[in-house]
């Protein structure tokens, strides 16, 4: 496929499909086919934030600043991550630039430390660190692999491909374990499979488009906003 997708046009289309998938979340009955669609859709955010996690890592001039940046806006987004859940601040249950935070980290590591050993148990650590938080532990691995293997597209895509069936896997087991039996289970996450549909955009990513400064926190901007105005809608209507 010929590139010709710069960051800002792919970020763009991760946020609509985010705010589809929590629409979905926040107003529709899961069961229904338009409801299907929006998860379905929504699936390709988080594998192309991870993407750019791992680019904005090898791109970025100060990563203690960008660390930094997203630990701020994780805790700025935690309020309105619980009122669109409506849940209360002391629920073990964190936002997913939580799990951006400790995915940045992991890529770090995978660079820095040359022990082998210790880079697995380091990337690993993170992982761990974001069992609480959305898109746990998936989200990190992903993030570590499109660095690893930016070079080298068939150990990405099976990399890539590993963790996501895991996901989908994971979900089934969820499923199995609430009671709804194999067939119900597999037609509840047959929505997961959507992660793939991300692997078109990404691939489609022009490094050498530069993005908008003015863009680059829409991202961030968005991500609080649009879970605070879905969550008082919801409150309102209720």
């Known amino acids: 496929m010929k590139k010709r997708l710069g960051s800002d046009a792919i970020k763009y289309i991760a946020i ?8 979905g979340w926040t107003f529709l009955s899961f069961a229904s086919p338009l409801s299907q669609i929006f998860h379905t859709v929504g699936r390709i955010t988080a594998p192309i934030m991870c993407f750019f996690i ?15 940046r ?3 806006f994780a805790l700025v987004s935690q309020i309105p991550w619980c009122v669109m859940h409506g849940q209360s601040l002391g629920t073990l249950s964190f936002n997913m630039i ?7 980290l ?20 993170c992982a761990a660190a974001t069992i609480f938080s959305d898109w746990y532990v998936f989200a990190v691995l992903w993030s570590v692999s499109f660095f690893k ?20 896997g994971y979900m089934f087991y969820l499923n199995l374990e609430a ?16 992660t793939f549909l991300s692997l078109p955009l990404i691939s489609s990513y022009d490094e050498t488009k530069k993005p908008n400064k003015k863009s680059r926190f829409v991202f961030y901007v968005f991500y609080p906003l649009h879970m605070l105005i879905l969550g008082i809608i919801k409150y309102l209507i209720q």
């Open 106 to 125: 992991a890529v770090i590591a995978e660079d820095k430390i040359e022990n082998p050993t210790l880079r697995t148990l380091a990337v690993f650590s």
């Open 179 to 194: 009671g709804n039996g194999p067939k119900k289970s597999f037609l509840y996450v047959l929505f997961t499979l959507g």
């Open 149 to 168: 293997f930016k070079t080298e597209p068939k150990k990405l895509f099976l990399s890539f491909s590993a963790v996501s069936l895991m996901y989908s």
């Open 98 to 104: 939580f799990t951006l935070f400790f995915a940045l």
């Open 70 to 72: 997203l630990l701020i």
């Open 16 to 23: 609509f499909a985010m705010l589809l998938d929590h629409i």
């Open 54 to 68: 791992a680019e904005g890592y090898r791109h970025t001039k100060n990563v203690k600043k960008y660390l930094m």
